[in-house]
């Protein structure tokens, strides 16, 4: 049966700054103006890169139309894929709306909080909630709607281990999420304009959509092979924007101050925070409550990690751990205090304890911060390339994207962005004195010679 998309030039006109006018049809219009999804203008993008990048303001609400947009243009080009993509009429609709709300379960400040663990969850798991819940603004529009929360949530969350998802769910999340998803795409050129780099430029976003295809046997989007080249200016973007933006050395010191003084207000005695703080709250909002609740408990906001921020100073990079010198022992504590971020804070306590007594410098134990990147993100690259008659080897079509053949881009990269972007990096307060004590012993210490 062939889906009539029309209705995806009609209704509410957007003007985007990335791809023109955007239209939101009328019967989905209802859910922009829900409270939940209007918090996402106060969510921004990249949290606190706009202290290196000051252009890099734009938020969750912008990225969430500039999906939606780029996700009628994969179902077009899927649709008429030989052989094309068999859904039906309310099976785009979930997937339309699914790629819409994508990002309304996410806490304020990027993925900070996901990586604190605690009681923060992952922001598709609480994307869930908020879609499933009765009491929201946005359930009540899908109903009206007649869009099933249920199917709209699955394509969001997909990977939660605690939810059977049907196949028919299934194949909508993986168009939505992958390594050429309409997610990645807005996300990386949008973020390369505002932060003001010229990565983005470089990818031939035209050539791209068109060369989008079907991959039946992975039920996946594939390419043609006139797109390989786009897809490596955007693989390659990917690469530059983790290297240059999203884990630059004052981006990383920032997001470390930040989680250790929420961690350190959490763990006072008195502190009167509690999950409904973040989860529904923007940035100002927080911000606010977090300064409320320090000068409740006699905190100076002026020193504290908040304070510190908002006047931009930054604690500078001590010791930098690259790939190729993490020996095994190393790895797996870094691991653990990444996936424990309670051990972690115990561990740097510790180490301001510890290099007070060898400084002489009075270190209370926030001093010193260890950043610790995810270890298993990496850029993806599994994608199916059809050549069709013009197959250049004596090789079954479709071939693989790491193929010889198609491209060496991917060997290239993998090691080259492991050796450049994940790196851990140990920080600390703008002394000299411990900034080289640091530097020279800090191995040591989390090495003991023992298991050296």
């Not at 918090?39 to 609400?61: E, K, T």
């Not at 920032?254 to 923007?282: I, Y």
């Not at 909002?285 to 931009?312: A, N, P, Y």
């Amino acid at each position: 049966m062939r889906i009539d998309l029309q209705f995806l030039q009609t209704g509410k006109a957007i003007r985007d700054p990335i791809w023109g006018y955007i239209h939101i049809p009328w019967d989905v219009v209802p859910l922009l103006d829900t409270d939940e999804f209007q918090r996402l203008r106060d969510i921004s993008q990249l949290g606190h890169v706009f202290l290196v990048y000051p252009g890099a303001r734009h938020s969750r609400f912008e990225h969430s139309l500039g999906v939606f947009h780029l996700t009628g243009q994969f179902l077009h080009r899927l649709l008429q894929a030989h052989p094309p993509l068999h859904i039906d009429l309310e099976d785009a609709r979930v997937l339309l709306v699914a790629s819409l709300l994508h990002d309304i379960g996410h806490y304020p400040f990027s993925h900070l909080f996901e990586e604190m663990q605690m009681f923060f969850i992952d922001h598709e798991t609480r994307g869930r909630q908020i879609i499933l819940d009765p009491t929201t603004r946005i359930h009540a529009a899908l109903r009206n709607a007649r869009i099933d929360p249920v199917r709209v949530a699955n394509v969001i969350d997909y990977n939660n281990k605690a939810v059977e998802i049907p196949d028919r769910d299934l194949r909508l999340a993986h168009i939505l999420s992958g390594t050429l998803d309409p997610d990645k795409i807005d996300y990386l050129l949008r973020d390369a304009r505002y932060c003001g780099v010229p990565f983005g430029e470089s990818v031939n976003r035209d050539r791209l959509i068109k060369s989008i295809t079907f991959d039946p046997e992975s039920q996946r989007p594939a390419i043609t092979y006139k797109g390989v080249s786009a897809v490596e200016a955007l693989i390659f973007t990917n690469y530059l924007m983790y290297r240059n933006v999203y884990l630059h050395h004052a981006v990383r010191s920032a997001n470390a101050m930040f989680k250790r003084g929420v961690q350190d207000l959490l763990h006072h005695p008195e502190c009167s925070l509690r999950e409904t703080d973040f989860d529904r709250s923007t940035e100002a909002d927080l911000i606010h409550r977090l300064q409320m609740e320090m000068d409740r408990l006699g905190i100076d906001r002026r020193t504290s990690m908040v304070g510190r921020l908002k006047r931009r100073k930054l604690y500078k990079v001590a010791r930098i751990f690259f790939p190729y010198e993490r020996g095994q022992d190393l790895m797996e504590k870094l691991a653990r205090l990444y996936y424990n971020p309670e051990d972690r804070r115990e561990v740097e306590i510790d180490l301001c304890r510890t290099f007070s007594k060898k400084t002489g410098l009075d270190l209370k134990g926030d001093e010193i911060l260890i950043d610790i990147p995810r270890f298993g993100k990496s850029p993806e690259v599994d994608l199916k390339v059809y050549f069709g008659a013009h197959i250049p080897v004596d090789k079954a079509d479709p071939l693989t994207f790491d193929d010889p053949e198609v491209s060496m881009l991917k060997k290239s990269l993998i090691d080259n962005f492991e050796a450049q972007a994940k790196v851990v990096r140990v920080f600390c307060i703008d002394d000299p004195v411990l900034r080289s004590a640091l530097k020279s012993e800090v191995k040591a210490y989390l090495i003991p010679k023992n298991s050296a």
